[in-house]
């Protein structure tokens, strides 16, 4: 697998319980928050970018939006692959999304990280997008290497990137499936 040196080397993880409030960090940090959000549950089926979310799929990107708005960074970019189950994910979030052709079901780390600008970009990104992209891209932050890892259907991964005594940090903030909203 690709070692891609804008991650980052190692990472300061710290896990949130999906039940916590979110500590604020300190803001004189520099830094930017990247979530990845595996679109809901899907029908079977072809052609693959028209399949729809089912009911249940309906109902679990409802409950990641109510926790988004309520736990979320405030002002989210929100970038969105073109299939129409990751639009219908977004969209119980927010209307404010822009699509983006390189995060479809082919798209790789590479293209996430060139649409979100990470690690140096400030803000916060939310991606809602595919396996395996999503899952490779949580296993570079974490362990500085690609691998197949997997993200849950209408699962939530968010991470920090900051600069502390200018040493690069990586923050895992929370993993929420949501099965536990």
């Known amino acids: 697998m690709d070692e891609h040196p804008a991650a980052g080397s190692g990472a300061d993880i710290c896990v949130q319980h999906e039940a916590a409030m979110m500590p604020a960090l300190d803001p004189r940090e520099t830094r930017m928050d990247l979530l990845l959000w595996r679109h809901a549950e899907a029908v079977d089926g072809s052609p693959d970018?028209?399949?729809?979310?089912?009911?249940?799929?309906?109902?679990?990107?409802?409950?990641?939006?109510?926790?988004?708005?309520?736990?979320?960074?405030?002002?989210?970019?929100?970038?969105?692959?073109?299939?129409?189950?990751?639009?219908?994910?977004a969209a119980a979030f927010t209307d404010q999304f822009q699509i983006v052709r390189t995060l479809g079901p082919d798209g790789s780390v590479a293209d996430i990280l060139s649409a979100t600008g990470w690690p140096d970009a400030s803000g916060a990104a939310?991606?809602?997008?595919?396996?395996?992209?999503?899952?490779?891209?949580?296993?570079?932050?974490?362990?500085?290497?690609?691998?197949?890892?997997?993200?849950k259907k209408?699962?939530?991964?968010?991470?920090?990137?900051?600069?502390?005594?200018?040493?690069?940090?990586?923050?895992?903030?929370?993993?929420?499936?949501?099965?536990?909203?």
């Open 49 to 89: 970018h028209t399949r729809e979310l089912t009911v249940r799929g309906l109902k679990q990107a409802r409950r990641m939006a109510v926790w988004l708005a309520e736990h979320g960074p405030k002002r989210l970019q929100v970038l969105v692959s073109p299939t129409l189950r990751t639009r219908q994910t």
């Open 154 to 181: 209408g699962a939530l991964w968010w991470f920090t990137n900051r600069v502390r005594d200018n040493e690069t940090q990586t923050v895992l903030r929370a993993v929420i499936p949501s099965e536990l909203l």
């Open 126 to 151: 939310l991606v809602v997008g595919h396996q395996p992209a999503l899952g490779r891209l949580a296993a570079l932050l974490l362990s500085g290497t690609e691998a197949d890892w997997t993200i």
